[in-house]
């Protein structure tokens, strides 16, 4: 049986890239497909009725037309246009990280149904939250753990022995927390992990954003954090995300 030439489906635009004087090819992921791209013919000129609805950052329903390389967008309408983060620049530099993140992390015609509803979740939360820090170290873990690379933080990833409540390290190369005698031991590259900064870590990764949202973290603690997760991002990728630039200048700028 051979797949029908139209079809539809919900994605989210997470990467946009110019063709020729207004053409544009758009990468989305999707519940049902994964992330997937598609040609959207004269999308940069005035007139097209459908750029609205296939801006960075919207999720949209979206038709396209199978082609021989490459799908052709013929129809889009959105859902989600998620304005907030659109109408503020230092949002709008989260939600880029978000997005570029799961853009990196993902193969092309795989589907992640949990991995686009986290995407999602995400996305709605960064429009009415406070708490941005917490809800990026929380997405970063899921993600990771969707992907593939959920961290060990229950045993040393070498000795596997449980880990008890003192100052240990984390691998990013072992993808996980190393003890203290084993962190002697080891050439890579390390990251101290205090106890609060573990608990903090478990307490992500073992329950949904609901639950999550509800701890308050300290600055201190939260910078601990993210180092720990960009270290371990970093290497896994073996570069750093160009939007960990506009995040850093961001946090320059407001003295943080």
């Not at 004087?21 to 459908?50: C, H, N, V, W």
């Not at 304005?83 to 997005?99: E, G, R, T």
């Not at 990013?172 to 390390?190: F, R």
Request: positive net charge; contains cysteine; hydrophobic residues 35%.
């Amino acid at each position: 049986m051979t797949n029908p030439r139209n079809y539809q489906t919900d994605a989210i635009v997470i990467k946009k890239t110019k063709l020729g004087e207004a053409d544009t090819i758009l990468t989305f992921y999707t519940p049902d497909r994964g992330k997937i791209q598609g040609f959207a013919r004269s999308l940069r000129k005035t007139r097209s009725k459908m750029a609205g609805h296939l801006e960075l950052l919207t999720h949209s329903r979206v038709t396209f037309a199978r082609g021989r390389n490459l799908d052709t967008i013929t129809g889009s309408q959105t859902i989600n246009s998620f304005l907030p983060l659109k109408n503020d620049f230092k949002l709008m530099s989260y939600a880029l990280y978000v997005i570029e993140l799961v853009n990196q992390f993902t193969p092309e015609h795989y589907e992640d149904y949990k991995l686009f509803q986290l995407l999602l979740e995400t996305l709605k939360n960064l429009c009415q939250t406070d708490e941005i820090e917490t809800l990026l170290r929380f997405f970063e873990i899921h993600l990771l753990s969707e992907v593939g690379y959920r961290p060990q933080l229950q045993h040393c990833v070498n000795c596997r022995k449980e880990l008890e409540p003192v100052t240990n390290t984390f691998s990013p190369a072992s993808g996980g927390v190393i003890c203290p005698e084993c962190s002697y031991k080891s050439a890579s590259v390390l990251f101290s992990l205090s106890v609060n900064a573990l608990k903090v870590l478990r307490f992500f990764q073992n329950n949904d954003y609901d639950t999550a949202s509800r701890l308050k973290v300290p600055p201190e603690l939260s910078g601990e954090l993210e180092k720990i997760m960009r270290g371990y991002i970093r290497y896994l990728l073996e570069k750093d995300l160009k939007s960990v630039a506009w995040l850093d200048n961001l946090k320059y700028e407001s003295g943080v």
